[in-house]
């Protein structure tokens, strides 16, 4: 378990599935949906929906980025 914050910096428990795709969203920038496996982007749907993920266009191409990451300190 591991605690982020999402959307309006609420803080959110994610598991260690959710961890893994956390974690490459932050070393990558995001994740590409094409690229994800259907598991994983099942996962990182279901972390948009607790608004820790946000889903955007990129290029033609729908990505999922970490909503802390455009947020301003």
Same mark, same amino acid.
């Given at each position: 378990m591991k605690a982020v914050k999402g959307?309006?910096?609420?803080l959110?428990? !994610?598991n260690k599935f959710e961890t893994q795709l956390y974690d490459q969203a932050e070393l990558f920038g995001g994740l590409k949906l094409n690229e994800l496996s259907e598991r994983d982007a099942h996962l990182c749907d279901v972390m948009h929906q607790k608004n820790i993920f946000n889903k955007v266009n990129?290029?033609? /191409?729908? /990505?999922? !980025? !970490?909503y802390s990451a455009k947020q301003k300190l």
């Open positions: 959307k309006d910096n609420i959110s428990l !994610i990129k290029n033609g /191409c729908e /990505c999922y !980025i !970490i």
